[in-house]
């Protein structure tokens, strides 16, 4: 029988609490540092067997074929939310980072060329949003998705991006290891703390935390917190955290959700809170991971 330890059952990363870490240093002194991370997701209408999607996201009346109505609302995100949403960020001075399916790099050209003119960073999000990354998967299969998502954004974007988000944040106990293989450096899957760490990959990666408590989805979709409720959760959890100083604030939107014209004036709010805290710092996915990396000495 194997003995109780602290912490996770992987060793992945120590276990360590709050108290036992100094809080980190943000550029320019801030008191906390923001990512703004916008969703670029193709749902398939028509996955193909075997694909793995997160059960929760089921329509009204349950699973159906051809679930028309759950695919086209998320395809408005990207036809009309999403647009809204960058109104919204406008002036605001906010840095964006962008996850992608590979396959919504090829359905939504518009869409793209729209976030790269904002100068968006891209992190790759998996090949599809119907296809979660699990343990069903075997090695080989998994490396082949890695491979094939890297070899799209290079295609497309003329690069492969330096951090990975899975579908609905999927991975399998192999995947950070195989991400790091494959060149990655960060990844936004893990909601488990309020600053980065390192995980004992070779090499090793930075996990940014996408903290779930004021993800648009989470909160408004799934435990169907009122909407006018949603500009307080982000303000109070920015303010909390720019109160403990050394902290890093993730803001995750799905245009299909936040982007909603009724949803859309509590975005604005959100934000102009979220504006409003004292000193922090802006930055993207990996601004934020090769701070970390140089303030903790480990390996670029």
Known sequence: ???????????????????????LAWPDGARMAVCV???????????????????????????????????????????IGLFRV??????????????????????????????????????????YQSRMLTSELGEVEERGIIKRTSE????????????????DSGESPQTPQLLAEAGYDHVLDWPNDD????????????SIPNQMEWDDVTALWLRKVPNPRYPELVGEAAEALA???????????????????????YLRDALDRLCAVDNFWSATASEIADHCRQAWGAPV
């Open 1 to 23: 029988m194997t003995e109780p330890r602290e912490g996770m059952d992987h060793d992945l990363y120590p276990f360590s609490a709050m108290p036992e870490r100094p809080a």
């Open 37 to 79: 991370l916008i969703h670029l997701e193709h749902w398939e209408l028509e996955p193909p067997d075997g694909a793995w999607k997160d059960t929760r996201f089921s329509g009204e009346y349950g699973f159906y074929f051809p679930e028309y109505r759950p695919f086209t609302q998320r395809e408005y995100g990207n036809r």
């Open 86 to 127: 960058l109104k919204a960020l406008e002036g605001r001075d906010l840095k964006l980072t962008v996850a992608a399916n590979a396959s919504a790099l090829e359905r939504y050209p518009r869409a793209v060329e729209s976030l790269l003119n904002l100068g968006a960073e891209f992190v790759a999000h998996g090949e």
């Open 152 to 167: 799209t954004f290079e295609r497309i974007l003329g690069h492969v991006p330096r951090g990975w988000l899975g579908p």
């Open 195 to 206: 600053q980065p760490y390192l995980f004992q990959t070779s090499p090793p990666l930075v």
């Open 243 to 265: 109160g403990e100083g050394g902290r890093s604030f993730m803001l995750s939107l799905h245009p299909w959700v936040i982007g909603q014209p009724h949803r859309v004036r």
